[in-house]
């Protein structure tokens, strides 16, 4: 049952209900604003912020006017060049005034259309843009072409839209237009000190001078981004966001928590057998976690840490808190192969300290299965290791007290809630390997207390980055061959096309017979396609060092550790995003051998493609290079939100708004500490904020609770 407020049902009404938008149109809209399954909505039209302006007044004269930005001027048809027959030329039209003249540029123009236009001796009004050709001023199909009474009814500045095909500026305009109507007038729910402050405009009004603005100046990208009603705007996102993390955290919160204490004996036990000792930020971590689980609430962190931090011990020796107090602990992985692996590494250290410990992921079946699930139930398993299999339905725990996640940002928000509800009031660290820069820790990770580990252990080596044209493909080849007899192991990644796995697994498979033919039983292969076992074994010989070549497609990007291996090809490194390679690169520099990490890129790049590249080859600083990827991406790929389903921002840029985002995040804790129903009169007109950005889930918790 929707509970929207109905004052926002206008809103929420198909664009298609808007007047000029019938069977034709409706589709291209839903192309421009909806979503896969959902139509575009009135909201999404008003969410749907101008690119520029275009300003109607008149500027002087020809040879006065500014080449390259939009101009009107007033100008006499002097004389029509329709193209010689059977020539494929445009056709033009000679326009002048006192000062100097311009040729306007048609293509495929039709004559009788043009004449009847822009008849010969004419005063007529054009706008568009000048440009320069061969020291002459052209402009090609000028965005308007207009007598006296059709200049007298535009307005001074026109809002110009992001398009589809099919669709102009002026009809989308248009439909904004009357969408502007249909805004309801609605309580304010921001605080009014913080709105003069910033001399921040009402909702209405922030929507109504962004559509119709009375400067053309006002829709450049610059000024749009800095102006107070587009602010105004993203912050109201951003508080409804923040806000709907803050109810989520405050209601786990209020759910009775449990002190999780113990003695410290196993921690220390395990600690002392651990072959390395910990870093200053592992330990950091280590306490902070201890004291969160102490406490008598239920504990959310965060630990973040860059590939090859050492986030795995982290998460074994919370674990091991939680046993010490009594309770069972599980870690989850993402994929199979890092269940596993985790499962293996932590088997001798926990057995070693006298733990039980189990595996349980969508493979073990039967028997194992069963015997598995008894000794969750009856708590003869402490340790429970898996894959999301572990939090499905028909997994009981005698008693769980932590829960750790790793490689969060391929869970969601729905997933963290289901986790707590395996025990009663289930601690729960998330870790995760992607360097999140800090505005977006606070957009997707609000809610949490977070941890930093922010040192590689002692002892790593730098990886030294090469750029590599693909046409010395062979001469990589070939130094391989000469590292491998040395000892070392090589990851070969190939890339995912996208278009169709099978061309991409036909791309490793081709590479993989290649160097098969140079070096035999010791290449091997593994992609995603493969079935469970075979990925598995093909990854343990690997690990076992049984292969010294693993061609690959990404499916080894995540978590796998073989410090053994020092070398990483990556061909076709110009197709992956920034973060993906330094997931990449991640899975080398792990042991005490220097590394090297080949970027094999097929030229000429692209301007963004060399600018990642050689970031990649300045640093290993995985938050300089999270930051920099945000900045060459935007917000929603970094994350990869879609995939993720994690919500993205219509209106928010999160590489220009950190400082509101900031804000937000403060604002919404103080909102919920002082009215956590939202039952105050700004309670109730936050409420219609966040059914607006569509945060509403979280209401349902109010309800709930
Ligand atoms: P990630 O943070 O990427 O998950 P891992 O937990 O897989 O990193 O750790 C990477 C490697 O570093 C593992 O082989 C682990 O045993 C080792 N390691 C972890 N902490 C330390 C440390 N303090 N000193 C030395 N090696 C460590
Ligand atoms: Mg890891």
Redesign the pocket.
């Known amino acids: 049952m929707p509970l929207r407020p109905s004052l926002l049902d206008p809103l929420f009404a198909p664009a298609a209900t808007l007047p000029g938008v019938g069977p034709k149109i409706a589709p291209l809209l839903d192309r421009l604003l909806g979503e896969p399954g959902r139509p575009a909505r009135v909201a999404d039209l008003l969410f749907h912020l101008p690119s520029g302006g275009i300003s109607r007044d008149l500027k002087g004269s020809i040879a006065d006017a500014p080449v390259g930005e939009p101009v009107t001027l007033s100008v006499t048809v002097a004389a029509h060049r329709p193209p010689p027959p059977g020539r494929r030329a445009p056709y033009r039209i000679l326009v002048e005034d006192g000062t100097g003249d311009v040729s306007l540029i048609f293509f495929n123009g039709h004559k009788a259309r043009l004449e009847k236009l822009l008849p010969v001796g004419e005063q007529r009004y054009i706008s568009g843009k000048i440009e320069l050709w061969d020291g002459m001023r052209q402009m090609v199909h000028p965005d308007r072409i207009l007598d006296e009474r059709g200049i007298a009814s535009l307005p001074a500045v026109e809002a110009v839209y992001g398009l589809t095909d099919g669709l102009t500026s002026r009809m989308v305009g248009k439909f904004i237009g009357s969408a502007l109507e249909r805004v309801p007038t609605l309580s304010e729910w921001q605080d009014k000190a913080w709105l003069e402050r910033n001399a921040y405009p009402a909702f209405n009004d922030a929507l109504q001078a962004l559509h119709r603005p009375d400067k053309a100046s006002a829709l450049s990208e610059e000024a749009l981004l800095k102006s107070p009603p587009r602010k105004r705007l993203a912050y109201d996102e951003l508080l409804a966001s923040q806000l709907a993390l803050a109810l989520v955290r405050s209601r786990m919160r209020r759910l009775p928590g449990r002190a999780n204490a113990g003695d410290g004996h196993l921690v220390a036990k395990l600690k002392a057998a ?6 200053a930020s ?1 330990d950091k971590a280590v306490d902070d976690i201890r004291s969160d689980m102490v406490a008598d609430k239920r504990m959310l962190r965060l630990l973040q ?11 074994l020796l919370a674990m091991v808190s939680a046993i010490e107090a009594g309770r069972q602990a599980a870690m989850m992985a993402p994929t199979e192969i890092l269940a596993r692996q985790h499962y293996e ?1 932590l088997t001798p250290l926990a057995e070693g300290a006298g733990l039980t410990i189990a595996l349980l992921t969508g493979r073990e079946k039967g028997a194992e299965r069963r015997r598995v699930l008894a000794g969750l139930a009856d708590g003869s398993i402490q340790i429970a290791v898996g894959t999301h299999a572990l939090f499905q339905e028909g997994v009981a725990f005698h008693d769980l007290g932590l829960a750790v996640v ?1 490689e969060q940002h391929r869970f969601g928000v729905h997933q963290r809630l289901a986790l707590g509800a395996k025990g009663e009031a289930v601690d729960i660290l998330v ?1 995760t ?1 992607t360097p999140i820069p800090r505005t977006l820790a606070l957009t997707y990770f609000g809610d949490m207390d977070v941890s930093i ?1 922010n040192e590689k ?4 080596k730098p990886i030294s980055t090469k750029l590599i044209s693909i046409e010395r493909l062979g001469e990589v080849a070939a130094a391989i061959g000469r590292s491998v007899a040395n000892g070392a192991q090589v990851y070969w990644v190939c890339p995912l096309v996208g278009e169709s796995e099978t061309v991409d697994l036909a791309a490793a498979e081709e590479r993989y017979d290649h160097l098969r033919g140079l070096y035999g039983d010791q290449v091997g292969l593994v992609h995603g396609k493969m079935a469970g076992r075979d990925k598995d074994a093909a990854m343990e010989r690997f690990v076992r060092g049984e292969t010294k070549i693993l061609v690959s497609t990404t499916v080894i990007e995540v ?1 796998v ?1 073989v ?1 053994n291996a020092t070398i990483m090809v990556i061909e076709h490194a110009e197709r992956f995003g920034l973060a993906q390679l330094h997931q990449l690169r ?1 899975r080398i520099g ?2 005490s051998e220097a590394s090297t990490c080949l970027l094999v890129f097929k030229g000429p790049l692209g301007q963004t493609a060399q600018a990642r590249l050689e970031m990649m080859r300045e640093t290993e600083d995985g938050f300089r290079i999270a930051e920099e990827d945000l900045r060459l991406r935007g917000e929603g790929e970094v994350l990869g939100t879609r995939q993720s389903g994690l919500p993205g921002f219509k209106l928010a840029r999160l590489e220009v708004d950190g400082d509101i985002l900031a804000a937000a995040r403060d604002d919404a804790r103080l909102i919920v500490d002082r009215d956590p129903e939202l039952t105050s009169t700004r309670g109730e007109a936050l409420r219609t904020l966040l059914y607006m950005f569509e945060r509403d889930s979280a209401i349902k918790l109010l309800r709930a609770g």
Do not use: N, S
């Not at 840490?305 to 998460?315: I, R, S």
């Not at 252990?457 to 790593?460: C, E, F, N, T, V």
């Open positions: 651990l072959p390395f000792g910990l870093t592992q840490g860059d590939v090859g931090a050492g986030k795995t011990v982290v998460g590494r790793d870790m390997a580990l252990p002692a002892g790593r978590g550790d410090p991640g792990r042991g």
